[in-house]
Protein backbone atom coordinates (compact mmCIF):
# COMPACT_ATOMS: atom_id res chain seq x y z
CA UNK A 1 0.00 0.00 0.00
CA UNK A 2 0.90 3.39 -0.72
CA UNK A 3 2.06 5.60 2.30
CA UNK A 4 2.81 9.14 2.62
CA UNK A 5 6.28 10.75 4.91
CA UNK A 6 6.27 13.96 6.04
CA UNK A 7 9.33 14.06 8.31
CA UNK A 8 9.20 16.98 10.09
CA UNK A 9 6.60 17.02 13.02
CA UNK A 10 7.26 20.21 14.40
CA UNK A 11 8.50 23.45 12.89
CA UNK A 12 9.32 26.84 14.80
CA UNK A 13 10.35 29.62 12.81
CA UNK A 14 10.73 33.62 12.96
CA UNK A 15 8.88 35.77 10.65
CA UNK A 16 10.74 36.20 6.98
CA UNK A 17 12.35 33.25 7.40
CA UNK A 18 12.58 30.42 4.73
CA UNK A 19 10.08 27.31 4.73
CA UNK A 20 10.40 24.02 3.28
CA UNK A 21 8.95 20.94 4.18
CA UNK A 22 9.30 17.68 3.38
CA UNK A 23 6.96 15.26 1.95
CA UNK A 24 7.68 11.71 0.48
CA UNK A 25 5.57 9.03 -0.88
CA UNK A 26 5.69 5.15 -1.73
CA UNK A 27 4.35 4.67 -5.01
CA UNK A 28 5.99 3.82 -8.31
CA UNK A 29 3.03 4.44 -10.90
CA UNK A 30 0.66 7.90 -11.56
CA UNK A 31 0.58 9.88 -8.90
CA UNK A 32 -1.30 13.46 -7.50
CA UNK A 33 0.00 15.49 -5.17
CA UNK A 34 -1.64 17.71 -2.94
CA UNK A 35 -0.64 20.33 0.15
CA UNK A 36 -3.51 20.73 2.33
CA UNK A 37 -3.47 23.60 5.08
CA UNK A 38 -5.16 23.21 8.57
CA UNK A 39 -5.23 26.76 10.61
CA UNK A 40 -6.25 26.19 14.21
CA UNK A 41 -9.82 24.99 14.64
CA UNK A 42 -10.23 25.02 10.83
CA UNK A 43 -10.85 22.69 8.04
CA UNK A 44 -8.09 21.60 5.69
CA UNK A 45 -7.73 24.25 2.76
CA UNK A 46 -6.40 23.39 -0.43
CA UNK A 47 -2.61 25.04 -0.57
CA UNK A 48 -1.66 23.64 -4.16
CA UNK A 49 -2.03 20.63 -6.38
CA UNK A 50 0.15 18.63 -8.91
CA UNK A 51 -1.74 16.36 -11.76
CA UNK A 52 0.85 16.68 -14.73
CA UNK A 53 3.51 19.32 -16.37
CA UNK A 54 5.43 21.83 -14.52
CA UNK A 55 6.73 20.17 -11.70
CA UNK A 56 7.03 23.68 -9.83
CA UNK A 57 3.83 24.06 -8.69
CA UNK A 58 2.78 27.65 -7.24
CA UNK A 59 -0.38 27.93 -5.21
CA UNK A 60 -2.10 30.38 -2.39
CA UNK A 61 -0.55 32.34 -0.51
CA UNK A 62 2.70 32.33 -1.78
CA UNK A 63 3.59 28.24 -1.27
CA UNK A 64 5.03 26.38 -3.73
CA UNK A 65 6.07 22.98 -4.16
CA UNK A 66 8.18 20.97 -6.51
CA UNK A 67 7.87 17.21 -7.73
CA UNK A 68 10.47 15.56 -8.23
CA UNK A 69 9.73 12.24 -9.66
CA UNK A 70 13.02 10.59 -9.03
CA UNK A 71 13.15 11.22 -5.08
CA UNK A 72 9.61 10.48 -4.83
CA UNK A 73 9.17 13.80 -2.82
CA UNK A 74 6.86 16.91 -3.32
CA UNK A 75 8.03 19.46 -1.05
CA UNK A 76 6.53 22.58 0.06
CA UNK A 77 8.49 25.94 0.17
CA UNK A 78 7.90 29.74 0.98
CA UNK A 79 10.47 31.94 0.72
CA UNK A 80 9.41 34.15 3.69
CA UNK A 81 7.01 32.94 5.80
CA UNK A 82 4.30 35.11 8.23
CA UNK A 83 2.81 34.64 11.68
CA UNK A 84 -0.35 33.81 9.73
CA UNK A 85 0.84 30.75 8.24
CA UNK A 86 1.44 29.48 11.71
CA UNK A 87 -1.07 26.14 10.86
CA UNK A 88 -0.67 22.22 10.50
CA UNK A 89 0.29 21.30 6.63
CA UNK A 90 -0.50 18.05 5.20
CA UNK A 91 0.80 16.39 1.99
CA UNK A 92 -1.87 14.03 0.44
CA UNK A 93 -1.30 10.97 -2.48
CA UNK A 94 -3.65 10.25 -4.99
CA UNK A 95 -2.84 7.21 -6.37
CA UNK A 96 -3.43 6.03 -10.52
CA UNK A 97 -7.09 7.19 -11.98
CA UNK A 98 -9.10 4.46 -9.87
CA UNK A 99 -8.90 4.88 -6.36
CA UNK A 100 -10.44 8.18 -5.81
CA UNK A 101 -9.22 8.69 -1.96
CA UNK A 102 -6.35 10.32 -0.60
CA UNK A 103 -3.53 9.25 1.59
CA UNK A 104 -2.36 11.91 4.03
CA UNK A 105 1.02 12.09 5.71
CA UNK A 106 1.65 12.64 9.37
CA UNK A 107 1.34 16.27 9.05
CA UNK A 108 3.79 19.26 10.32
CA UNK A 109 2.67 21.61 12.51
CA UNK A 110 4.29 24.86 11.55
CA UNK A 111 4.88 27.66 14.85
CA UNK A 112 5.93 31.09 13.33
CA UNK A 113 7.10 33.28 15.68
CA UNK A 114 6.63 36.82 15.68
CA UNK B 1 -21.31 27.46 -3.13
CA UNK B 2 -21.30 26.91 0.53
CA UNK B 3 -19.13 24.18 0.42
CA UNK B 4 -19.51 20.88 2.27
CA UNK B 5 -21.32 21.27 4.95
CA UNK B 6 -21.55 19.17 8.18
CA UNK B 7 -23.28 18.96 11.22
CA UNK B 8 -23.26 18.87 14.37
CA UNK B 9 -20.17 20.48 14.60
CA UNK B 10 -19.52 19.37 18.03
CA UNK B 11 -21.13 16.78 19.59
CA UNK B 12 -20.39 15.41 23.28
CA UNK B 13 -22.31 12.13 24.60
CA UNK B 14 -21.61 9.35 26.80
CA UNK B 15 -20.35 5.91 25.90
CA UNK B 16 -22.94 3.48 24.45
CA UNK B 17 -25.11 6.24 22.79
CA UNK B 18 -25.85 6.00 19.26
CA UNK B 19 -24.63 9.09 17.31
CA UNK B 20 -24.92 10.08 13.84
CA UNK B 21 -22.75 12.46 12.21
CA UNK B 22 -24.10 14.00 8.66
CA UNK B 23 -22.46 15.67 5.98
CA UNK B 24 -24.40 17.58 2.58
CA UNK B 25 -21.24 17.65 -0.22
CA UNK B 26 -20.65 20.20 -3.00
CA UNK B 27 -23.89 20.49 -5.35
CA UNK B 28 -22.41 18.35 -8.68
CA UNK B 29 -19.82 16.57 -6.95
CA UNK B 30 -20.51 13.06 -7.00
CA UNK B 31 -18.22 11.67 -4.79
CA UNK B 32 -18.11 11.58 -1.07
CA UNK B 33 -15.40 10.67 1.45
CA UNK B 34 -15.03 10.50 5.03
CA UNK B 35 -12.08 10.91 7.05
CA UNK B 36 -11.11 10.72 10.93
CA UNK B 37 -8.56 12.74 12.59
CA UNK B 38 -7.50 11.99 15.50
CA UNK B 39 -3.43 12.66 17.13
CA UNK B 40 -2.40 9.08 17.27
CA UNK B 41 -3.10 8.10 13.87
CA UNK B 42 -3.45 11.24 11.86
CA UNK B 43 -6.06 11.53 8.86
CA UNK B 44 -7.33 8.62 7.71
CA UNK B 45 -10.33 7.34 5.42
CA UNK B 46 -12.84 5.96 6.84
CA UNK B 47 -15.21 5.28 3.92
CA UNK B 48 -16.24 6.66 0.52
CA UNK B 49 -18.84 7.09 -2.01
CA UNK B 50 -19.19 7.24 -5.67
CA UNK B 51 -22.59 8.18 -7.58
CA UNK B 52 -24.18 7.34 -3.89
CA UNK B 53 -22.13 3.44 -3.76
CA UNK B 54 -19.98 2.58 -1.12
CA UNK B 55 -16.70 1.79 -3.30
CA UNK B 56 -14.23 1.52 -0.37
CA UNK B 57 -15.12 1.09 3.08
CA UNK B 58 -11.74 -0.82 4.34
CA UNK B 59 -11.09 2.05 6.83
CA UNK B 60 -13.88 1.41 8.54
CA UNK B 61 -13.35 0.37 11.97
CA UNK B 62 -15.39 -2.06 12.79
CA UNK B 63 -19.22 -3.29 13.01
CA UNK B 64 -20.21 -0.21 15.39
CA UNK B 65 -19.40 2.31 12.33
CA UNK B 66 -21.96 2.39 9.77
CA UNK B 67 -22.53 5.12 6.72
CA UNK B 68 -24.78 5.52 3.88
CA UNK B 69 -25.50 7.88 1.05
CA UNK B 70 -29.75 7.55 0.18
CA UNK B 71 -29.21 10.70 -2.56
CA UNK B 72 -26.49 12.62 -4.18
CA UNK B 73 -26.98 15.33 -1.64
CA UNK B 74 -27.01 13.81 1.98
CA UNK B 75 -24.59 11.18 3.69
CA UNK B 76 -24.48 9.83 7.50
CA UNK B 77 -21.70 8.06 9.58
CA UNK B 78 -23.81 6.40 12.18
CA UNK B 79 -21.61 4.58 15.67
CA UNK B 80 -23.92 2.48 17.71
CA UNK B 81 -22.43 1.78 20.25
CA UNK B 82 -20.01 4.73 20.79
CA UNK B 83 -16.65 4.38 22.94
CA UNK B 84 -14.57 6.67 24.04
CA UNK B 85 -11.59 5.99 21.71
CA UNK B 86 -14.24 7.04 18.85
CA UNK B 87 -13.35 10.81 19.91
CA UNK B 88 -12.12 12.20 17.39
CA UNK B 89 -12.60 15.03 14.58
CA UNK B 90 -14.84 13.61 11.72
CA UNK B 91 -14.08 15.58 8.10
CA UNK B 92 -16.21 15.19 5.20
CA UNK B 93 -14.91 15.68 2.05
CA UNK B 94 -16.64 16.00 -1.88
CA UNK B 95 -14.96 15.93 -5.40
CA UNK B 96 -15.81 15.47 -8.80
CA UNK B 97 -15.20 13.46 -11.88
CA UNK B 98 -13.07 16.54 -13.39
CA UNK B 99 -9.88 15.66 -14.60
CA UNK B 100 -7.95 17.78 -11.79
CA UNK B 101 -10.51 16.25 -9.31
CA UNK B 102 -9.50 18.15 -5.88
CA UNK B 103 -11.23 17.04 -2.73
CA UNK B 104 -13.26 19.60 -0.50
CA UNK B 105 -13.41 19.16 2.86
CA UNK B 106 -16.18 20.28 5.75
CA UNK B 107 -15.88 21.79 8.63
CA UNK B 108 -15.58 18.76 10.35
CA UNK B 109 -17.67 17.20 13.29
CA UNK B 110 -15.56 17.24 16.97
CA UNK B 111 -16.74 14.38 18.45
CA UNK B 112 -16.34 13.68 22.55
CA UNK B 113 -17.38 10.52 23.91
CA UNK B 114 -17.11 9.92 27.28
Known amino acids: AQSVSQHNHHVILSEAASLELGCNYS??????LFWYVQYPGQHLQLLLKYFSGDPLVKGIKGFEAEFIKSKFSFNLRKPSVQWSDTAEYFC????????????FGSGTRLQVQP | DAGVIQSPRHEVTEMGQEVTLRCKPI?????LFWYRQTMMRGLELLIYFNNNVPIDDSGMPEDRFSAKMPNASFSTLKIQPSEPRDSAVYFC????????????FGPGTRLLVL
Open chain 2, 27 to 31: SGHNS
Open chain 1, 92 to 103: AVKVGTGRRALT
Open chain 2, 93 to 104: ASSSDAIQETQY
Open chain 1, 27 to 32: YGGTVN
